[in-house]
């Protein structure tokens, strides 16, 4: 008898670890946002042929999951409102939502930009009181952690969180800002999904059935890895990168001491120009840790002052010294390094100043600009650029690890990070992205209506897509150039000729210094004012500034035409000259021209151009700009010439 029932109790445990019960998505959860006026799915997995009843408001569905354990049931729609409840009842389980607001769900997208929290690696301006006052509680987000994978997946990592000040500084700042001023203006429920990575290309986003359909020199430099076992390359790359991070920790360089100023030729440093980024020299496919050093002559009177050490913006982490003594450290990519140099560390004659790197992906090295290199002693400015040496200590390379990014392959973050919500529905789509693929701009004029047809198929709707025009960054030109980013600009304002697109355009508010621009309240509003034109029937909202319309010769002079100028054309600067023209005849070189307003006309002239062919307009990686429309928004940048 005893073991009858222990055999029964046996049996009955088994079973009730078979028993499966009834799930759902990451993307339900307490707290959540659920599309307005739209059929709304909702799906998820149980047992095979499990019966499911899913109840909200006066719906209720019944439904019963398929061989495989799948389930979904679709449910009118529904008008904006709540805090409502979600039941989900299985056989053996029930799964109840609460705080649950019917409203409008913006997919929220792209790199690093679209990333940056409220208050993270780089702060929003004003980001305290900001936070202070993050009480939106119609606000809803949900932050998709981040995730590879070779093949669709049908879930990922995330949670719902309700807008306040103990929740806000995870929430990305341009989806936030845009997300406060729909609410603001509209008083309805604004659910924002950020599925964001820093750094990441297009080519990552876009799905592998719609990136096979491009032709074949997007797939090229994908070549090396085609044919291979991706997720066998996956795991044994993976085990390779546990033992180049253990390396990290026992620095060579550190037991060997190679900060201190060596006493004789080493002929195993080489040399390099600094500042450049590593992805135009040898280590281009190098992270790890890499020192640097530089010798420097101060003059007699320096020796033993108090000094300011400047090194630029450095990708990833440093350690600095001089003369083998210490003189700071900085975590982080991108940050500018200025360190105070003590009494008693610098001498006249020949000092050593050296630099470990440790980049953990991507590019490296000291990028800034030459003019950022520089030892000030007494408001005296010693420079630092010229020919470095380097040498390697612990390299990813050396180990046989590839830094398998999103980067790598294509379709890693849609499957990962897109896919498994494409059953949600949504409102539209803002986006954020484009500076990893300025190096190839002209591809971008395919790659972006791309993927925003992509998803759009995927999500069986051709919902509104809205993005942020690259802002302005780097140094100023002191001549008229070619460049990357505005080119990348281009082919950004092309992708409007796809229906129900928009543009932001920025590049008034970047930052010359800082590729993650603060003021993220502008851009949000921006592209929440294209919104609620097109979206909210708000007609009267103005949300473009001046874009070209057409260039007409008279003589010498250029005569330029906008749309989009609201009540008049201005100047921001109540300065009479218009900044950022340049002008070419028919040898295509362009040189900077005079521009002034003639009503709501630009003439556009120069003495070194008598007969002009062609124009430009904040064509530079960082323009200047001062022309705007009388509601305050800057004009678009363009070319006449191909």
Same mark, same amino acid.
Request: with cysteine.
């Given at each position: ?326 003189? *700071?450290?900085?975590?982080? &990519? /991108?940050? @500018? ?6 009494? =008693?560390?610098? #001498? ?13 992906? *991507?590019?490296?090295?000291? &990028? /800034?600009? @030459? ?6 002693? =007494?408001?005296? #400015? ?18 046989? &690890? ?241």
């Amino acid at each position: 008898m005893k073991k009858y029932i222990y055999l029964l109790f046996i049996a009955t445990l088994f079973s009730s670890v078979l028993q499966a019960e009834v799930r759902l998505p990451h993307i339900f959860s307490d707290n959540m946002i659920l599309q307005r006026d739209k059929v709304l799915k909702i799906w998820g997995w149980a047992d095979k042929n499990e019966k499911i009843k899913v109840e909200i408001l006066d719906q209720t569905r019944n439904v019963q999951a398929d061989q495989a354990g799948n389930w979904s049931v679709n449910l009118e729609p529904i008008p904006y409102g709540g805090p409502y409840q979600m039941k989900v009842q299985g056989s053996s389980n029930t799964i109840t939502f609460n705080n649950i607001l019917i409203g409008d769900i913006w997919l929220c997208s792209g790199q690093s930009n679209m990333e940056m929290p409220v208050n993270g690696w780089s702060q929003v301006e004003n980001y305290e009181q900001e936070i202070k006052e993050a009480n939106y509680p119609l606000i809803r987000a949900f932050n998709v952690e981040k995730a590879m994978s070779m093949t669709p997946n049908s879930d990922f990592d995330g949670k719902w969180q309700v807008c306040s000040p103990e929740t806000v500084s995870s929430f990305s700042a341009v989806a936030y800002f845009f997300a406060r001023k729909l609410n603001k203006e509209l008083d309805i429920p604004i659910g924002i999904i950020n599925s964001s990575w820093g750094g990441t290309q297009i080519e990552t986003w876009i799905s592998q059935n719609s990136f096979a359909r491009l032709p074949d020199n997007f797939k090229e430099r994908y070549a090396a890895l085609q044919g291979i076992d991706l997720a066998r390359f996956a795991q044994e790359n993976e085990a390779k990168k546990q033992i180049y991070l253990n390396a990290l920790k026992n620095d060579p360089g550190i037991k060997g001491e190679w900060f201190k100023a060596p006493t004789k030729i080493t002929f195993a440093w080489k040399k390099m120009q600094v500042p450049q980024e590593w992805s135009q020299t040898e280590l281009a496919s190098i992270d790890g840790i890499v020192w640097f050093r530089y010798n420097f002559t101060l003059p007699k009177d320096a020796e033993g002052k108090t000094a300011i050490l400047n090194l630029g913006p450095v990708d990833d982490d440093d350690v600095s010294w001089i003369n083998g003594i210490k003189v *700071g450290e900085t975590v982080g &990519y /991108g940050l @500018p390094r200025t360190y105070s140099i003590t009494k =008693d560390i610098l #001498k006249s004659g020949v000092n050593t100043l050296t630099v470990k790197i440790v980049d953990h992906s *991507g590019g490296g090295g000291l &990028y /800034g600009q @030459p003019h950022e290199l520089y030892l000030e002693i =007494d408001g005296v #400015k010693y420079p630092l650029s010229g020919e470095w040496e380097y040498k390697e200590s612990v390299t990813n390379k050396e180990y046989g &690890y590839i830094d398998f990014s999103p980067n790598s392959y294509p379709s890693l973050l849609y499957n990962a990070m897109i896919n498994p919500m494409t059953s949600f529905s949504i409102k539209g789509a803002i986006w954020y992205q484009g500076e990893s693929n300025a190096d190839d701009a002209y591809n971008y004029r395919t790659l972006f209506p791309t993927l925003i047809n992509d998803w759009r198929d995927k999500w069986e709707s051709e919902f509104p897509f809205y993005w942020v025009q690259l802002a302005n960054y780097m140094a100023k030109d002191e001549q008229p150039q070619d460049s990357k980013w505005a080119e990348l600009r281009e082919a950004q304002n092309m992708t409007l000729s796809l229906p129900y697109t928009g543009q932001a355009v920025i590049t008034d508010i970047g930052d010359a210094k800082d590729i993650h621009p603060r003021n993220k309240q502008d851009v949000g509003a921006r592209l929440a004012l294209i919104a609620l034109n097109k979206d909210y029937g708000r007609s009267d909202v103005i949300y473009s500034g001046p874009t070209f319309n057409k260039m007409e010769i008279s003589g010498n002079k250029a005569i330029i035409y906008f749309d989009n100028i609201a009540k008049g054309l201005k100047v921001s600067d109540n300065n009479q000259s218009i900044k950022g023209f340049a002008i070419a005849g028919a040898d295509n070189r362009f040189v900077w021209a005079k521009a002034y307003l003639d009503g709501d006309k630009v003439i556009v002239e120069s003495p070194e151009v008598s007969s002009p062919i062609s124009v430009r307009y904040s064509w530079s990686n960082n323009p200047e700009v001062n022309l705007f429309n009388s509601e305050g928004l800057p004009a678009a940048p363009f070319r006449t010439d191909k």
